[in-house]
């Protein structure tokens, strides 16, 4: 897997990176790591560094991961989904203008995926008639962008990605958005938000897609399938959840099969 963007180190774009094979302890670390980080971002971090079985060929470690840029954590949070057998679905709207409810069908593969510009990770924005080199934002800003207040946290971030010296706090509102242009310039994409038409009215909705829905999952389904093994098999909790995800759900069928059988 190439990520749209990749993590620089010595120089080097690193963007070649794997998955783990989904088993049910990679499953579970994932709906721990939901359950238990003190913000989204925390949670992402600790989930990929779970899921992914290297980063540029080396290990994925928290801080490695965390130096991603934004949109490569959501890129591979959406493919972690896809490997967790979600590959899109419905998605309920309520019409802004009307307020009738209606579904809409959508499949992942679909959603095109933006590569980054030439200049990756750095924008060279002018600011006050100087240029200025910012970096994107990545996970360990974000991380402590959650714990900010709103108020300050737009000036602070560029405060942390500004490259040379510049003197952000003096800055209007418009030389913020055109530094926030920049950067968006040079960003990978990924398709966060979509738009859907009303059946009833015909107005344009915007619908959140959430890229990291994979957080979400909980453990309760999981508990359940190794509940159902282990009662069934006599296995122990750390074989059962050892089993890759396609074969303990074969297991699965196939006591469903005996049961079946014995009614
Ligand atoms: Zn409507």
Do not use: K
């Not at 500004?162 to 968006?184: K, M």
């Amino acid at each position: 897997m190439q990520l749209p963007g990749g993590l620089m180190e010595d120089g080097i774009r690193r963007r070649d990176c794997a998955f783990r094979p989904i088993s049910g302890t990679l499953e579970l670390a994932l709906a721990e790591a939901g359950e238990t980080a003190a913000n989204t971002p925390g949670a992402v971090t600790l989930a990929l560094a779970a899921a992914l079985e290297h980063l540029g060929g080396e290990p994925a470690t928290p801080q490695r991961v965390a130096r991603l840029c934004v949109a490569d954590r959501q890129f591979l949070m959406r493919e972690l989904e896809r490997c967790l057998g979600q590959t899109g679905g419905w998605f309920q709207v309520a019409c802004s203008a009307c307020a009738a409810h209606f579904d809409f069908h959508l499949d992942y593969a679909e959603l095109p995926v933006q590569e980054a510009g030439t200049s990756y990770p750095i924008a060279q924005v002018e600011v006050a008639g100087q240029a200025v080199a910012f970096r994107l934002p990545n996970g360990a800003d974000q991380e402590i962008l959650a714990a900010l207040p709103v108020t300050e946290a737009r000036r602070w971030l560029l405060r942390q990605l500004a490259q040379t010296p510049a003197t952000i706090d003096a800055l209007d509102a418009d030389a913020i958005s055109a530094i926030e242009a920049g950067l968006e310039a040079v960003s990978p994409g990924v398709i966060v938000q979509v738009r859907a038409n009303c059946p009833d009215c015909g107005t344009e909705n915007h619908v959140d897609l959430n890229p990291y829905r994979a957080l979400s999952r909980g453990s309760d389904e999981l508990l359940q399938e190794v509940h159902q093994i282990a009662g069934h098999y006599h296995w122990d909790e750390a074989e059962i959840l050892a089993l890759p995800r396609a074969r303990r759900q074969r297991y699965l069928r196939l006591i469903d099969r005996a049961r079946g059988m014995a009614d």
